[in-house]
């Protein structure tokens, strides 16, 4: 990620049609590859697959909170990403929790199942990739719905070689190693949005209180004195 894309922009992202068909696609890309992922990794013991099968539902649910924000003000744009942030924050939480309850109760994973399904879903997510990324840039709403694909696209290679390191040794070990690495990056995409998300939200004008510059405050206030 370069350097621009930690611009703030004020105007509303994108909300041509072919952003918002692009938004569906990918909501239903990761709806499906969610079932697809949680029956396998549950079938092939892989805490990695399960743990992307849940990264898939979290993002169609971001998905589809950034097409129900779309167009609207920068702070409401701005408290989407936070949602969507400490949803990615608890993912990552998650992840750790059940490579960490793996590790104790053993068990090594199926090495086939988890490459064919890994293969599957890094096309899925690199099609969505590749149509978000004249997207990646804008506010942090934008910014969270490109993390959330880019994070997919990394777990998924995480997963492939995962598989074959439990292939090559016979161990669940790489599998762990992995979920963890998935873990970390969701906690850091969920810092990075949180982040620029309060900036965002620290730079609106409060409407709470009437300015002192406009006419309506300003007669008021004469009357009061007279």
Same mark, same amino acid.
């Given at each position: 990620m370069g350097a621009h894309c930690c611009q703030h922009h004020t105007s509303p992202p994108q909300t041509s049609r072919r952003y918002r068909r692009i938004l569906w696609l990918a909501l239903f890309i990761n709806l499906g590859m969610f079932l697809v992922e949680i029956a396998s990794g549950l079938r092939a013991g892989s805490v990695s697959l399960l743990a992307d099968s849940l990264d898939f539902l979290g993002d169609a649910a971001n998905y589809g909170i950034s097409l129900v924000v779309l167009g609207s003000s920068l702070a409401a744009r701005a408290r989407?990403?936070?949602?969507?942030?400490?949803?990615?924050?608890?993912?990552?939480?998650?992840?750790?929790?059940?490579?960490?309850?793996?590790?104790?109760?053993?068990?090594?994973?199926? #090495?086939?199942?988890?490459?064919?399904?890994?293969?599957?879903?890094? $096309? #899925?997510? $690199?099609?969505?990739?590749?149509?978000?990324? #004249?997207?990646?840039?804008?506010?942090?709403?934008?910014?969270?719905?490109? $993390?959330?694909?880019?994070?997919?696209?990394?777990?998924?290679?995480?997963?492939?070689?995962?598989?074959?390191?439990v292939f090559g040794t016979g161990s669940a070990w790489p599998d762990l190693l992995v979920a963890l690495i998935m873990a970390t990056l969701a906690l850091q995409a969920a810092w990075v949005v949180i982040r620029q998300a309060r900036q965002e939200l620290a730079a609106t004008p409060t409407t709470s209180h009437p300015s002192t510059r406009s006419p309506s405050y300003r007669r008021a206030n004469a009357s009061g004195r007279s």
């Amino acid at each position: 990620m370069g350097a621009h894309c930690c611009q703030h922009h004020t105007s509303p992202p994108q909300t041509s049609r072919r952003y918002r068909r692009i938004l569906w696609l990918a909501l239903f890309i990761n709806l499906g590859m969610f079932l697809v992922e949680i029956a396998s990794g549950l079938r092939a013991g892989s805490v990695s697959l399960l743990a992307d099968s849940l990264d898939f539902l979290g993002d169609a649910a971001n998905y589809g909170i950034s097409l129900v924000v779309l167009g609207s003000s920068l702070a409401a744009r701005a408290r989407a990403s936070m949602i969507k942030a400490w949803t990615m924050g608890l993912f990552g939480v998650g992840v750790l929790a059940s490579a960490i309850w793996h590790a104790l109760t053993g068990g090594t994973p199926q #090495a086939e199942t988890m490459g064919f399904v890994g293969t599957a879903a890094l $096309l #899925a997510n $690199l099609t969505v990739a590749g149509l978000l990324y #004249a997207y990646r840039d804008g506010d942090s709403n934008m910014r969270s719905v490109w $993390l959330c694909t880019r994070n997919d696209a990394l777990g998924n290679i995480a997963v492939l070689l995962a598989a074959l390191g439990v292939f090559g040794t016979g161990s669940a070990w790489p599998d762990l190693l992995v979920a963890l690495i998935m873990a970390t990056l969701a906690l850091q995409a969920a810092w990075v949005v949180i982040r620029q998300a309060r900036q965002e939200l620290a730079a609106t004008p409060t409407t709470s209180h009437p300015s002192t510059r406009s006419p309506s405050y300003r007669r008021a206030n004469a009357s009061g004195r007279s």
